[in-house]
């Protein structure tokens, strides 16, 4: 079966399946580097294969990736972006787009939310606080690995929130965010320091070429929230009334 598009982060090597979707199947490589080989509704990330079939493409437990593929490369290379505009989009689609259990409900709230929901969104109002008074560490600490799933909500903000200080020519301090972000949870971090290197899937791209509301859906369509979550940390670092607090320089 032709690849229809591979990663420029995939590493050669032997992948085993970890997990298997409807859409996509989830290995790790010997180093707990993870590949996802996914369908063309999916599409190109930096650590996606993409196929027609990927059940199909993997029939069996393992998948031995070689060094040349033969096809197209996909660039996951942050693009430009009108910061200003980005915002804008953002914070008028967020609201619209994202899950009500998302991230979202820490600067839109849509009126009384669950318990397990407001003991999430109370730690993230502690995290920011720590962060406005300069204990970064500390501050990410706390949202790092908070919530449920394969990448957790926290982890997922953060990787949002390393993207946009990418975007503000702040690499210095995402890469000090990446110290304190790493976990346990493979997954989430090679997401985490991908975002940190600023490197994307074509979802995001496409967000940040030409800010639209249907590109926000787009990227919110990722997960269960985890693409609504990581727009919220993109959206705090360019800015939000609704946080109230100093990013930190």
């Not at 989830?26 to 599409?43: C, E, M, N, T, W």
């Not at 982890?155 to 929130?161: I, R, S, V």
């Not at 290197?197 to 859906?217: I, M, W």
Request: proline share 6%.
């Amino acid at each position: 079966m032709r690849i229809l598009s591979s990663g420029d982060r995939i590493r050669p090597g032997a992948y085993e399946v970890k997990s298997r979707f409807a859409r996509s199947v989830l290995l790790l490589g010997a180093d707990d580097r993870p590949l996802f080989v996914v369908d063309k509704s999916i599409g190109a990330g930096p650590l996606n294969l993409v196929v027609a079939n990927p059940q199909a493409f993997v029939a069996g437990e393992s998948l031995a990736i070689s060094r040349s593929s033969g096809a197209p490369r996909f660039d996951s290379a942050l693009p430009r972006t009108d910061r200003a505009k980005l915002r804008r989009v953002l914070a008028q689609a967020l609201p619209r787009h994202a899950p009500p259990d998302s991230l979202v409900s820490l600067f839109a709230p849509s009126g009384k939310i669950p318990r397990q929901q407001a003991n999430r969104d109370a730690l993230f109002r502690k995290a920011f606080a720590q962060i406005a008074a300069g204990r970064l560490a500390a501050g990410v600490r706390l949202i790092r690995g908070c919530g449920a799933g394969l990448t957790p909500a926290g982890d997922d903000f953060l990787c949002g929130w390393m993207l946009a200080l990418r975007l503000r020519r702040r690499g210095a301090l995402a890469r000090e965010i990446l110290r304190h972000a790493l976990g346990k949870n493979p997954i989430s971090n090679a997401f985490l320091e991908l975002s940190a290197a600023g490197r994307v899937n074509v979802a995001v791209q496409k967000l940040l070429q030409a800010p639209s509301s249907a590109r926000v859906k787009a990227v919110c369509a990722f997960g269960h929230s985890s693409g609504a979550d990581l727009l919220c940390g993109m959206l705090f670092e360019l800015g939000h009334p609704e946080f109230r607090i100093q990013n930190p320089e």
